[in-house]
Nanobody, 125 residues
Framework: VQLQAFGGGSVQIGGSLRLSCAASGGTFSRYSMGWFRQAPGKEREFVAAIRSSGGNTYHADSVKGRFTISRDNAKSMVYLQMNSLRPEDTANYYC???????????????????WGQGTLVTVSS
């Protein structure tokens, strides 16, 4: 499975962005999808995940109520709508796919098999 994330950019505090991730080369509907981010000098952290059917979503506490993950299996796409952006949201954002992820591991980056190249989000005043 190949993943390509896009949609990052520079935005002011309180602004919005929608990240997209296009998948190819596999049966997209079989995969749980996740978004992770990594800020300079920090470890990669979980942002959000969605199950293969789209029926279950999970968000990190730091983004809950501001970010929303969604997917379109017909288009092999996963999205991350980011609202009320803060400077601490500045990071490279990565999409990831995993075919056999148990619930307890959904927030663990080691549970994911495939990764996109990342898209940079910069939030500033």
């Amino acid at each position: 499975v190949q993943l390509q994330a896009f949609g990052g950019g520079s935005v002011q505090i309180g602004g919005s962005l929608r990240l997209s991730c296009a998948a190819s080369g596999g049966t997209f509907s079989r995969y749980s999808m996740g978004w992770f981010r990594q800020a300079p000098g920090k470890e990669r952290e979980f942002v959000a995940a969605i199950r293969s059917s789209g029926g279950n979503t999970y968000h990190a506490d730091s983004v809950k109520g501001r970010f929303t993950i969604s997917r379109d299996n017909a288009k092999s796409m996963v999205y991350l709508q980011m609202n009320s952006l803060r400077p601490e949201d500045t990071a490279n954002y990565y999409c990831a796919a995993g075919s056999r992820i148990i619930l307890s591991s959904i927030r663990n980056d080691r549970a994911y098999d495939y990764w996109g190249q990342g898209t940079l989000v910069t939030v500033s005043s």
